[in-house]
């Protein structure tokens, strides 16, 4: 007995010790470790942020107006940067003057460099005046050369305007349309497939019907009908949200059913009954109890729904019924190469496709990763 009890005695605080409890970790945190571990949606999501910080600093970024226009420079190509002078010494990058003259045998305009002088390019010079983010005048741009010599890093269209400048201020456009398009889309598809999927009956069954004509509709067609019969007398910033509307019209059915068909689970669970049965509102079931529970796939819908905006809007602009000048698109820009002598002959007006290409895929990676992250039977 007395060594049964020293037994005790000397484990009392392994015996009675309180186990020590799991931290909680939230969905998002959770959400968080899955994506960290997605290296393409990392990649994904830096290309996205890099988009939008050029889309913010536009005007900043841009050495020139989009609009300016040289007639002496059409079609010049891009601008060659140099780091080693004619005599093989390294120096800070520089280019050097170009000039057009004229071939008498092919009566063509050929670009030649001057080697005489070199022009360095200098960060944070001095230009034309603007106003940064629409209300601060300035005239610091990123970079440039001293005049009269400009550079054009990716060389200039029929107009000689900049076209890196153009590429640039066109992300505005070609980035916000996706956004856009979400904000008046998405809503739309929550209220319809939310009533849907919790009333059900007869309104159910009126609200399927209405999902199956507008997803019958051919997008493509639509659009080209809705964007044709938009006023060619708008203002450009209309003519913006008109094609916002357009792209909106038929895109949100097939989310709503989406979530109709996830609210019809989620009506089903017993927290949602237990809130029915202490008698709380329908509003209240399901501001607090069924949205927040789509909150991931929403979440992954709208990063999934931006670049088939931007190639919408890329495809309307690039057949001449979308985006009209001054503002300035991606999708306009590429509608410059409509034939295969203006591409063989100056292939470097295919350059706003490349952003539109790596936008686009940048989006996607991204939102692969947003599902994987929000997937709640993926394990760590």
Do not use: C
């Amino acid at each position: 007995m007395r060594r049964l009890l020293r037994t005790l005695f000397s484990r009392k605080d392994k015996v009675y010790k309180k186990p020590v409890e799991m931290e909680g970790v939230s969905q998002w945190r959770l959400a968080w470790r899955r994506f960290r571990r997605h290296r393409v949606g990392r990649i994904g999501g830096a290309i996205v942020l890099f988009l939008f910080l050029v889309l913010v600093f536009a005007e900043f970024i841009a050495p020139y107006r989009h609009t300016q226009t040289r007639s002496g420079f059409t079609y010049a190509p891009p601008t060659r940067i140099r780091i080693f002078d004619e005599e093989g010494r390294l120096s800070r990058p520089f280019v050097y003057a170009t000039e057009r003259t004229l071939d008498r045998a092919t009566w063509s305009y050929v670009y030649t460099e001057d080697t005489s002088v070199k022009y360095p390019i200098r960060f944070f010079i001095r230009g034309e005046p603007y106003r940064l983010f629409g209300f601060i005048p300035t005239n610091v741009r990123l970079f440039g050369v001293d005049a009269p010599v400009r550079v054009h890093l990716f060389g200039t269209d029929e107009m000689g305007r900049d076209l890196f400048s153009r590429i640039v201020m066109g992300t505005r456009v070609s980035l916000l349309v996706g956004p856009f398009v979400v904000l008046l889309s998405l809503p739309l598809a929550i209220l319809m497939g939310g009533a849907s999927g919790y009333y059900g009956g007869g309104i159910d069954m009126f609200m399927q019907r209405v999902f199956e004509v507008i997803m019958s509709i051919p997008a493509l067609p639509f659009w080209l009908a809705l964007g044709t019969a938009l006023p060619r007398d708008w203002s450009p910033e209309m003519r913006f949200f008109g094609i916002v509307a357009v792209m909106s019209a038929i895109g949100w059915a097939g989310t709503a059913r989406i979530i109709r068909g996830m609210v019809l689970s989620i009506r089903a669970m017993d927290f949602t009954e237990a809130a029915r049965a202490v008698g709380a509102r329908d509003l209240r079931i399901i501001g607090r109890h069924i949205v927040p529970n789509l909150t991931s796939y929403l979440i992954v819908s709208t990063t999934l729904t931006i670049p088939g905006a931007i190639l919408g809007e890329s495809g309307l602009s690039f057949l001449g019924i979308g985006i009209h000048e001054p503002m300035v698109s991606w999708g306009l820009l590429l509608s410059k190469a409509t034939n295969a002598a203006t591409i063989e002959s100056y292939p470097w007006i295919l350059i706003p496709g490349i952003f539109i290409t790596v936008a686009v895929l940048a989006f996607n990676f991204l939102g692969d990763a947003m599902r994987d992250a929000f997937d709640p039977f993926k394990v760590l």
